[in-house]
């Protein structure tokens, strides 16, 4: 080749380069990842990321330590959802690209789609990866093989439970899902770890479609106990490609749509039976709507709480003439028993009971003034049905109380409402019943249950397995409790008046009205 | 189907109804992110009788336009061979009246309505960290303090991220972590309605009072915001106070002093 040919040569060979490049970018969209701006990505970085990733990228902003999982350190370079191949070192661009956009449910990353450009979400990902060398003279790696996706059939999920099995994948994740762990987890830095509940889809951090599961199953989640099952070196063996799809369709099978908040809804409809079921598991309350509130961790008073292992509460009421009782039930990954050696291995920091409490109104009083929610206040007393679990030497206990504010509380007379309680832990889920009589004779220290009226109330819950004591528990705001009355015949009656009136009533016009014509 | 002809002011008025009902919080929705507010069901009333009215007048204005409206009612109400029509007409009405008053007498399970004062006057007078301020005429002293503007603001946001993130969230929008599980939610400070449209002073008493510093109008006993003075520090306040406009990019409102 002469030089002029070399000359053409390469011209015509970095105009194609160019063509491909702009092709690839055209197609797939994602070629932005090669132009994201490190300098501008810097200066997001500092005004919206640091806080809790650090200035270095190394987890430890001021927010770090009050954060359960803690913010990814990006000086370490491992991430933990990644769609690259199984051997790919290295998460792919688009990963982190998808992670800062949407978030990661149930966790305090917030999607920031809505606050920043695509982008500035590129520019972010370009400097997010400076913080390491890991990414180095290397190639973004291609998405992981999707191929021989199985469709979810009964006996698809059948061959799944049987390699959730075989994967032991209940060893963490629990016979049902409820993430009742046999073993106690931690991330690769030692910090606090809960598995995660596999029926309560809306806690998955990246991404609830099949595909999205198929990723996690593969390449597991680096820096967590999760394996991965394409590889073959962990203790839970490998899983073959057909295997990790009917695993897929298992856990999407899992997905309990009522384990999640009832929407809009903050009224415990009470429904009235002949008799009070006879315990928590009594076939009555499968008759009866549950109501799912959110709980939150105790943030406001002294101990503030910020790392909670509970997130709801279901709730169902049932009333006689006399005597009223809630089922409460909640997904609690441990039963914690104090003094009990196996309970012991699970927990974090000191072993203490599961509990949970039922607040309320001494006055209810509608619409107007109520009690503060975290424990009442000065003028407005609480009533409190309080449970605790068992410990190794005592039996499950419950306590009537009254409470006007943080740490003032009194004892109450628990005998003379008739107050029992009745429990159950059943793979992962916590049950408890809790049974009084609608009126109580101490009118200024205790709630009176009146049918028809709306009733303030309030939950609290503690998981003795995750440092939860005292004041450090989780809580709801105030709700609305109505024991709902028999409907009235009113209901009927007056819309057939109300019928006979205009039916009757335009024969009686047409009448007048055309005898009047008639005349005229 | 000259029968039919009523139809039409019928039709126009229901397409005005529903443009009140549900076209008016849907523009609201559009120009204004959040919640807006739903018009309340007696002026909504109030306004669809007018239109009524209106729709009704304007069809009837000519005696043309009177008998092609009015003529159908009298013709199946007074002509003796609209036996059928007029049974028709006189079960329709009756279903339609019993609806009505059904829904007045069915039982609802709907809560009860807390109305609620989201930014109420505040006290002449706040105590806090065992002083008494004058909320009226207190002023921001970190404000003017130019040189460590820089340094204030970012201790200010540690102060944000160490205590009011886990509710008011990374993006300031109100939705931090918990933000689901304390009614009424969380202040969104990026939010025209909020720090914009607040004075610092204001911003320093809610902060420093919490929750149940607040007058009985604006429900103390609902607000999870805690009493900060009994954990943060006056210049801690004024920080995080000078943080929060300086990240939402707002002004804080300036009272003009009496003359």
Redesign the interface.
Known sequence: MTVMEIKSFSSSFVKGVVLAVATVALVGGSAFSAAGNVENGAKVYMKKCWWCHGEEGEADGPAAEFMMPPPRDFSAGVYKYKTSPPDAEIPRDEDLFVMISNGMPGTSMPSWKEVLSEQERWDLVAYIKTFTDMFEDMDNPPALSLAGKIPSTPDSITKGAKAYEAGKCFECHGERGKGNTQKKLKEGSGAKLWPRNLTKQWTFRAGTTPENLFARVTNGIPNTPMPAFAAETTANGKLSVEDRWHVVNYVMSLADPTNQVSQGQIVIKGVQRPAIPADEKDAVWDGVEATTFRLAPQIIQKERFFTPANDLISVKAVFTDKDIAFLLQWDDRTQSIPGEEKSGTLAWGPLGHDAVAIQTPVTPSGSSEKPYFGHGDGKNPVSMLYWKSQSATDPAGSMLMTATGNHKREMGDAESIGFTTSSSYEFGTWKVMMKRSLVSPNTEKDTQFVVGKYIPVAFANWDGSNGEAGSKHTMTTWYWLLLKPAPSNDVVVIPAMIFALLFFGQYAFSRFAGDKKNKA | MKILRPLIPLTVILILYFALKEGVPYLGSQLHEGTWPVIPTSVMKMYVFFIAVGVLLIFTFTDDGFKANIGPFAEI??N?DRKII?FV???L??????????Q????T???????RSIHPAPPSNAKMWGKTYSIGTLKNPLREDKENFAANVKAG??V???NC???H???M?G????W????PVPANFVDIGTIAQLSESFVFWRIGTG??GLP?EA????S???VWH??LSEEEVWKVILFLYD?TGHSPRVIEPHH
């Open positions: 109400y007074l003796p007029r007409s006189a079960v009405v009756g279903c339609f009246g019993a609806w009505v008053s059904y007045y007498v069915k039982p399970f709907d809560a009860p309505v807390e109305l946001g540690e944000y991220y160490k993130f886990y509710c969230g990374d993006r929008l939705k931090g972590p918990f689901d599980g304390f009614t929750g149940p009985s429900t103390p006993w609902l999870a915001m805690p009994e954990f990240y």
